[in-house]
Nanobody, 124 residues
Framework: QLVESGGGLVQPGGSLTLSCAASKFRLDNYALGWFRQAPGKEREGVSCISSTGGSTNYRDSVKGRFTISRDNAKNTVYLQMDNLKPEDTAVYYC???????????????????WGQGTQVTVSS
């Protein structure tokens, strides 16, 4: 029900913008989050945004480099990723929470709907 796009291979220092769209329900009343899972590691929260877009949270390692935004008219959430580093390599997932606000602890149990993920590889 959530479909991510925009992943790919990028050199260190480069940029990518991920998109996540919902086709079968409206995202307006959901906080939305981006998570990632690197090989051999647990999935971790990256960023989240409240239903109106007025509040955002980021994990420390991406602050100042990643920007989350949403366009409720397009039923889409974005993750702009700049100054990418090799350690950002992971499968990125978007998710919709059953709340209008999101926690900076990114508890996965709050997220009811998940996408299938898109691969981001940062390598020279």
């Amino acid at each position: 029900q959530l479909v991510e796009s925009g992943g790919g291979l990028v050199q260190p220092g480069g940029s990518l913008t991920l998109s996540c769209a919902a086709s079968k329900f409206r995202l307006d009343n959901y906080a939305l989050g981006w998570f990632r899972q690197a090989p051999g590691k647990e999935r971790e929260g990256v960023s989240c945004i409240s239903s109106t877009g007025g509040s955002t949270n980021y994990r420390d390692s991406v602050k100042g480099r990643f920007t989350i935004s949403r366009d409720n008219a397009k039923n889409t959430v974005y993750l702009q990723m700049d100054n990418l580093k090799p350690e950002d390599t992971a499968v990125y997932y978007c998710a919709a929470a059953g709340y209008i606000y999101c926690s900076g602890d990114f508890p996965e149990y709050e997220y009811n709907y998940w996408g299938q993920g898109t691969q981001v590889t940062v390598s020279s």
